[in-house]
């Protein structure tokens, strides 16, 4: 069992929406459990026109090796209606491999940790948020990336929360006792 990072971003069709669909696909692969999920948050397109971006940045635990997920996340763009006309052209879904363990991968095709991860706002923003912590392999920390990327534009979105319960063992919050009785 593998515990992973995925970038999720879309800029074509109702983007917001096909984020919290993408999670929900990955969520119902029996190979992927998705442990966690950042804010969702508004980004201005980078070296690309067309419109802003949604992102956010979902924590994963995987059966599967790094190449298998990778396809998987290819099929799932498919589904999502992803084309490819250009790079950097706008897309329906994106979902890349931020950070696969601590595995470091360089193949032609698969990169890992992610080339762009220390310089793209979208994906170290929401990554931190998930894990204050976070260590990018051969990297360091994540956070300390942040100064680098702090003139890209990025907002939060404003979004319903779910009520966080803790484990029993996390020991921590009042609510979690209430909706436990
Ligand atoms: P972008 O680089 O903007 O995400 P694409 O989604 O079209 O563009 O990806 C281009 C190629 O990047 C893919 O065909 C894939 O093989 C390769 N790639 C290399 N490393 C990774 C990774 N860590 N996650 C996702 N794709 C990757
Ligand atoms: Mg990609």
Do not use: W
Request: glycine share 6%; proline share 6%; aromatic share 6%.
């Amino acid at each position: 069992m593998t515990v992973a990072y995925l970038g999720l971003g879309a800029n074509l069709g109702d983007a917001r929406q096909t984020l919290k669909d993408a999670v929900v696909c990955l969520a119902q692969q029996h190979t992927i459990a998705v442990l966690a999920k950042s804010s969702l948050y508004r980004t201005a397109p980078i070296d690309a026109g067309g419109d802003d971006y949604f992102n956010c940045v979902v924590k994963v635990s995987t059966t599967l090796p790094a190449r298998h997920l990778l396809r998987l996340c290819h099929t799932i763009e498919q589904h999502f209606g992803r084309e490819r006309p250009f790079r950097n052209a706008p897309r329906t879904l994106d979902l890349d491999i931020l950070l696969f363990g601590n595995s470091c991968i360089e193949e032609a095709d698969l990169v890992v940790p992610h080339p762009r991860l220390t310089e793209r706002a979208f994906a170290l923003v929401p990554l931190v948020e998930l894990d204050h912590e976070a260590i990018i392999p051969q990297r360091g920390r994540a956070d300390a990336f942040l100064a680098g990327v702090h003139d890209q534009r990025i907002e939060k979105v404003a979004t319903h929360q779910c009520p966080f319960v803790a484990p029993r063992d996390g020991r921590c919050g009042t609510d979690s006792d209430k909706l436990d009785t």
